[in-house]
């Protein structure tokens, strides 16, 4: 594959990470700061510090999705390196998944004090799509390594 085949998903990979960083600077402090003085009574440092701390996970699934774009740009796709990079995206979404599957108690009263049922519902679709993407991760980790066997079997027959 030429260099420069993946620049597009290279491309997309960097404005979704400039996107979720600009989200986490400016929308989530302002999101917080309209919880403290509506409903003084709830608490939501919770949800903001697990909204944080789910970006890391994030941004660490990002550099491994490029890094994963490059190995396919320098012909390296089939190899260890990459599978590598499947298991730890898979990684980086269970952490997510767990991050707001653990932040689903502390949605609730938020809810209930908005009544916006929606907020549970995000943190809910948050949660399973994280986990959707560690299967999806876990099954191409699968059939990248039954690749890179059978390549390295190849390799070896004369």
């Known amino acids: ?40 009574k709830v608490d939501y440092w919770p949800v903001l510090i697990g909204s944080y701390l789910s970006a890391i996970p994030f941004f660490a699934a990002l550099y491994q999705v490029l890094r994963l774009l490059n190995y396919i740009d320098r012909n390296k796709a089939f190899s260890e390196l990459s599978v590598t990079v499947l298991k730890n995206i898979k990684h980086c979404a269970i952490t997510i998944s767990i991050i707001y599957a653990v932040l689903i108690p502390f949605l609730v009263p938020m809810a209930n004090a908005d009544d916006a049922p929606g907020i549970v519902a995000l943190g809910l679709v948050i949660a399973f799509a994280s986990f ?25 027959t004369i």
């Open 132 to 156: 959707v993407i560690a299967v999806f991760a876990v099954v191409l980790q699968k059939l990248l390594k039954d690749a890179v066997d059978i390549k390295s079997d190849n390799d070896l």
């Open 1 to 40: 594959m030429k260099p420069g085949s993946t620049i597009f998903l290279k491309i997309v990979v960097f404005l979704i990470g400039i996107i979720v960083l600009a989200l986490c600077i400016f929308w989530l402090p302002a999101i917080a700061a309209g919880a403290a003085e509506h409903y003084p």
